[in-house]
């Protein structure tokens, strides 16, 4: 109340010679002058006596919404934005008020139909800032944002998936940081589930690590870098799962992402294989120099000749043909049928655990990697390692 008292105060100073102004309702429905035409006045478009009112509301909703006394906060607001709700032509910190006020309503309604109302309000403030200041492309992201984060049972993913191309269609490379989690999110579920062409997901998925690439190199404040580090965090990875698809990325993405990794283990042959295949999926020239030493160390280290468990057994040896040749998927499938074949529980644990691995590294299938090293912890007691692989489960 003090604090009130206090703006009334300030308010009739600054205002002295002006009329007192009545209290202010929700039905208050002010008539604008008839030379503006519109649905975005600012102060310099209405009467003397209707500017003065205006910023007296727009005084008035801020110090009501610091005392989270909503009700008057909205009436006054209300009173605002009817009036003048481009203010002086360049804030616009009334419709992220009003966003909250929408908000803090729908949170604390009961009734689903009014909650929705609540809903559809502030999705149509979104389109009156637009009408009033522009920046469309921008505020296509930020309405899908809290379209995904507030809003989420009125609003198809497709309706949120379409507001997030628009944003970064427009915006480029400096689109929002806000953008760059949930629509990864809807993209990369659109490409599974495939309610989008492979073509179209592709063109995304490589926006947005274009987008990460800027914000996280031109970053300035310190919120923002910190935002640009939570997305590290997420959105690459989520991405990485796209790595299954063949030609989905290109050769630049692979040898950038784990070339590394095979100089760290020149010896290793799941990783050796892995980058192998990675690089033709890429469409690496097999003339570059590092295409070249892996295909050198894959031959060299890792097609040696087959253990004569691999060679007696059909399947097996169908599997590892494909394994060599980075056919994956169908790899898999021979790798299931001869465990689901065998008796010996050592060798249905360890090839459980390779198949685990390939559904993990190679095919960013997260749920069945987890599946399948439970399944080669089953047949072997007192094994750490199918529990490290659900770790890095985890930690993806």
């Known amino acids: 109340m003090l604090r009130l008292i206090c703006s009334l105060i300030l308010l009739y100073t600054l205002f002295a010679c002006t009329p007192k102004v009545a209290e202010v309702t929700s039905d208050t429905s002010p008539e604008i002058k008839a030379v503006y035409e519109g649905n975005c006045a600012s102060f310099s478009d209405i009467t003397p006596a209707q500017k003065d009112e205006a910023e007296t509301a727009y005084v008035l909703y801020k110090d009501f919404i610091r005392a989270k006394e909503w009700d008057q906060a909205y009436s006054y607001w209300q009173t605002a934005m009817k009036l003048a709700p481009r203010s002086n032509g360049k804030i616009q910190y009334q419709f992220e008020d009003g966003l909250r006020i929408y908000k803090h309503f729908h949170d604390n309604e009961t009734d689903p139909a009014k909650k929705e109302e ?60 806000f953008v760059v989690n949930p629509f990864t999110k809807v993209l990369v579920e659109n490409i599974f589930e495939e309610r989008i062409t492979m073509e179209e997901g592709k063109e995304y998925a490589n926006k947005l690590l274009k987008v990460i690439e800027y914000g996280n190199a031109n970053c300035e404040e310190k919120k923002n870098c910190d935002a640009w580090k939570i997305i590290n965090d997420y959105s690459p990875a989520r991405l990485e799962a796209l790595e299954g698809y063949e030609a989905f990325y290109d050769c630049d993405y692979y040898i950038n992402k784990y070339y590394q990794e095979f100089l760290n283990n020149p010896e290793d042959c799941e990783v050796i294989v892995g980058l192998y295949v990675k690089l033709r999926y890429g469409g690496c020239a097999e003339t570059m120099d590092e295409f070249t030493k892996v295909a050198e160390a894959r031959k060299a280290l890792c097609m040696k000749e087959q253990e004569p468990e691999v060679t007696s057994a059909r399947p097996l040896k169908q599997a590892f043909d494909f394994y060599n040749n980075g056919q994956f998927k169908e790899a898999v499938e021979k790798f299931k049928e001869y465990v689901d074949g065998s008796e010996d529980a050592e060798k249905r644990a360890k090839y459980n655990l390779l198949i685990a691995k390939l559904y993990y590294r190679d095919l960013k299938n997260y749920g069945q990697a987890r599946k399948f090293a439970l399944e080669a912890a089953k047949d072997r007691d007192n094994w750490g390692d199918p529990y490290m692989l659900i770790g890095k489960l985890y930690a993806s």
């Open 118 to 177: 609540w809903a559809s309000k502030a999705m149509e403030l979104y389109e009156q800032r637009v009408e009033c200041f522009g920046d469309e492309d921008y505020l296509a992201g930020r309405k899908a944002f809290d379209m995904f984060y507030n809003y989420r049972d009125y609003y198809s993913d497709q309706e949120i998936y379409d507001l997030f191309k628009q944003s970064i269609d427009g915006q480029g490379d400096s689109t929002g940081y």
